[in-house]
């Protein structure tokens, strides 16, 4: 089986039938760091789901497994999936709807470290560091321009290209957005990037600003990544 290896600014992207593997390099490692596991835990599974490993040196090592690894032998225990529009962070429910794709999907976060059974922190994947804050609150941190990713679980193989535009409403003040969709995701997991282009300057007593523009598509190899932690 061919491999296509691709490396830019840290961030190494190989594609291989229905698994990814790739690398990065941990911004903020600590000092005499063990190696951790990186891994996931998502809604209705009794146990986290291993996705790669820290290393010693900071370098993230990820090889996400078949989607067989999120079925649990436990009938009681499966993971919580929905429509397909609802794994994504940014749609056109109910206003210019578009055409979804009829599958059963996820958003699985936190990315998580984990060392010694417990948990010892969080990854961020994103281009600017302030990014990070604003995933971490939304309603006050203000978002820049830039790049932010998500892992998100498909059922089945799907391709969604379009665009869409919707009204969003924050007490007295509208904003108008527009997301445009370039996603060809495989089987089980993927990692999408969330490009920020434009943002909506709210009334700063009201809440914060809001982004009005965002490209989703499958991350390139050349996106040069930032992963910061936070550790617990």
């Known amino acids: 089986m061919k491999h296509q290896l691709l490396t830019f600014l840290g961030l190494l992207l190989c594609i291989s039938g229905h698994t990814q593997s790739f690398t990065g390099k941990l911004e903020n490692p600590l000092q005499n760091m063990p190696e951790m596991d990186i891994v996931l835990w998502p809604l209705g599974l009794d146990s986290a789901v291993t996705i790669g490993k820290l290393t010693t040196n900071g370098t ?18 499966q993971m919580v999936v929905d429509d397909f529009k609802h794994a994504l962070r940014f749609n056109c429910i109910g206003q210019d709807e578009p055409e979804y794709p009829n599958v059963m999907a996820t958003n699985i976060s ?36 830039g790049k932010f990713y998500d892992v ?11 665009e869409c535009a919707t009204t969003l409403q924050f007490s007295e003040e509208t904003v108008n957005a527009s997301y445009d969709y370039q996603l060809e995701l495989e089987a089980g997991l993927n990692f999408i990037a969330y490009t920020i282009e434009d943002i909506h300057k709210m009334n700063s007593k009201v809440t914060s600003n809001k982004p009005s523009k965002v490209v989703v598509k499958n991350v390139k190899a050349e996106d040069g990544i930032k992963w910061i932690a936070k550790y617990f």
């Open 60 to 77: 993230l090592e990820f090889n996400f497994p078949e989607k067989e690894a999120f079925q649990s032998a436990n009938a009681e225990k």
């Open 110 to 145: 936190p990315i998580s470290l984990w060392y010694k059974e417990r948990f010892v922190g969080v990854l961020f994947p994103v281009t600017d560091e302030a990014l990070m804050h604003w995933l971490e609150d939304e309603a006050y941190n203000n978002p820049v321009k």
């Open 152 to 162: 998100v679980y498909v059922a089945e193989a799907t391709t969604f290209k379009t």
